[in-house]
């Protein structure tokens, strides 16, 4: 028995509201880079689903760029430190590893030969510094500001140019190598965001909170015009970027548009207009080759188009924060369905990856359990202390299909005739067609996780000292049959899709118990180290698969618990939260680095 990687379907940029979100240009043209927590991901730019993550960084990373050469790539994390990394090869390895400054890193410039670069950002004693890529030597300071910059850029052709952007509102211009501090501009009346030149290096462009964006000689640093005149948004600009020819720009804005400027005629010739909504404010842009991408404040990722402002081309949705939950429609395999810890639900084409969301407004707080039941709804429990039926066919929320828990739902399972089991932390809630017909109080003991047999009849429990309740389910009604035990608190229970087992995970060890015998033990599985934190069966109930909190996943034969595979860090940086089988030879994964993978399992 094998575990193999097939692909990931990543996750989107970090956000943060009235920050600039810096995305990476790949020389050659293929892809594109932006972060995720300590996450870097790598994204083809003709095929979006084609990724790859690079998971080295110990703290949250803020920014990655590409060397000219396209050979390395650097990036950056709130603590200072910048890790500059191979990309010809899939291991990514280490070239080199620098802390130029304590503090957080937002932005990092290139030299044009792939020999020096320039971070800046927060630093205890500085807000910048410049480099040797091979030895971290100094070559020259980043002064002339006063407080964070959030900005830098090398100009890539000779004279060398360094330009800076700060929270004091001001542009700094540094002469090198080794770089000299030579002159500040003061046009700006806010923070200034963006600073970046023409690929010719003829001019260069500063962006800012104030909503203007001015044009400067690349090679004196003398301003040449403000684009738009004495505005070029009605909001804070946080980010532009250069056609390859250098004559045009795109600028994204928090007044939820990105426009396309004639650089020359300094006038707006396009302007794109994302949305109504706060969450449409865009963040960051980039121009490469053909496409011209921006970043919403949602996260979104925006593939602009030229002949139609109003509609970008694609927009590649996802997550953002990290998945709790996961599901397969038993009799649609083509679809996976994840649940995120900020409340949003994403479909995705299991093949292609293509993915979009509901309509309309869905859960407010972590999504914490999702099942498929036989009428095709997705039924969802989450801290928000609802329950939800979402109609898979129409593809949104409907505010009638929610139910309200009167204390918080942990986990939800479904079965034949409409039946739904809510486990909450004060109680037992049994639903029948999106309503409540009864609730259970006072159970004397703390339920944990619960599943329904799929013949309907019986409600498995399991509570915070090892003990599982079995309930027959009599009408609209619960009543208590027996107990079983393992050996420590339950963390996950789930009945195969026969209902021939049932399998409870305690602290470190899997019971599967054999339901037309009494539930008599079948077999135990030893191997994880730590909490088991998810499990799910097999189509064909001959296996299932483990994830646990310590970063390791197994599957399983249940006839033979020696029979198994085991894979370490799955998602590298964090355990397995999550795992649904997409078919009998294909496991879906997640985890809190907001990603879903796919393994192939060959038995």
């Not at 949104?396 to 932390?425: F, H, N, R, T, W």
């Not at 944990?448 to 079995?470: N, Q, S």
């Amino acid at each position: 028995m094998s575990l193999e990687f097939k692909h990931v379907f990543a996750c989107l940029p970090s956000v943060t509201r009235g920050v600039a979100k810096v995305l990476g240009r790949d020389p050659k043209g293929i892809n594109f880079l932006y972060t995720n927590g300590k996450s870097v991901i790598i994204r083809n730019i003709e095929n979006p689903a084609i990724a790859e993550i690079y998971t080295e960084h110990a703290q949250q990373v803020t920014v990655a760029k590409y060397a000219p050469s396209g050979f390395y790539i650097a990036s950056a994390d709130v603590s200072g430190k910048i890790r500059i990394w191979d990309t010809t090869q899939k291991e990514h390895l280490l070239k080199h590893e620098y802390q130029p400054f304590c503090g957080m890193i937002k932005d990092i410039a290139w030299t044009e030969d792939s020999q020096r670069i320039a971070v800046v950002g927060e630093g205890q004693n500085k807000f910048g510094a410049v480099f040797l890529m091979d030895t971290g030597s100094s070559v020259g300071e980043v002064i002339g500001h006063s407080k964070v910059i959030n900005s830098a850029d090398i100009r890539q052709t000779r004279p060398i140019f360094l330009i800076t952007g700060s929270d004091d509102t001001k542009v700094a211009l540094s002469e090198g190598p080794p770089f000299k501090f030579k002159n500040t501009r003061d046009d700006h009346s806010g923070f200034v965001n963006c600073v970046r030149f023409s690929p010719d290096g003829s001019r260069f462009v500063t962006a800012g909170a104030d909503g203007q964006i001015h044009l400067y000689d690349g090679s004196t640093g003398e301003k040449i015009s403000s684009l738009g005149g004495e505005k070029a948004h009605d909001g804070g600009v946080y980010g532009v970027s250069w056609s390859p020819d250098s004559s045009q720009l795109i600028s994204a804005s928090g007044d939820k548009t990105v426009k396309l400027w004639d650089v020359g005629a300094g006038t707006a010739v396009i302007t794109f207009n994302m949305g109504p909504d706060v969450m449409d404010q865009q963040l960051g842009c980039l121009w490469q080759k053909d496409h011209l991408l921006s970043i919403s404040l949602a996260g979104y990722i925006n593939y602009l188009d030229k002949n139609n402002p109003d509609r970008p081309l694609r927009t590649i949705k996802g997550h953002i924060n990290s998945i709790h939950s996961i599901a397969v429609h038993k009799n649609d395999r083509t679809t996976i369905y994840t649940g995120s810890h900020d409340g949003h639900i994403n479909y995705w084409d299991s093949e292609t990856g293509e993915n979009d969301t509901f309509v309309g407004k869905g859960h407010t707080n972590q999504v914490s359990k999702m099942v498929v039941d036989e009428a095709g709804q997705l039924v969802t429990c989450s801290m928000d202390d609802t329950v939800r039926y979402i109609n898979l066919n129409k593809k949104e929320y409907s505010d009638s299909d929610v139910v309200k828990m009167d204390s918080q739902p942990k986990c939800v399972s479904v079965a034949p005739g409409g039946l739904a089991l809510a486990v909450c932390i004060e109680h037992l809630v049994l639903l029948k067609d999106k309503k409540k017909v009864f609730t259970l109080d006072n159970l004397g003991f703390n339920p944990e996780a619960g599943t329904l047999h799929c013949g309907g009849t019986t409600a498995a429990v399991g509570d915070a000292k090892g003990k599982i309740h079995l309930y027959s389910i009599e009408g609209s009604t619960l009543k208590e049959d027996k107990t079983l035990e393992v050996k420590g608190p339950i963390t996950v229970m789930d009945y195969s899709y026969d209902g021939a087992y049932l399998a409870v995970t305690d602290e470190k060890v899997i019971t599967v118990f054999t339901v037309a015998d009494n539930y008599a033990v079948k077999d135990e599985f030893y191997g994880h180290h730590a909490r088991i934190a998810s499990l799910a069966w097999s189509p064909d109930s001959e296996h299932f698969a483990s994830g646990g909190m310590d970063m390791m996943m197994f599957v399983w034969t249940v006839n033979d618990s020696d029979k198994r595979v085991r894979l370490a860090d799955a998602h590298k940086l964090h355990h397995v939260s999550a795992l649904a089988w997409v078919d009998e030879h294909t496991l879906a994964t997640t985890s809190h680095d907001a990603s879903v993978k796919q393994w192939t399992v060959k038995f």
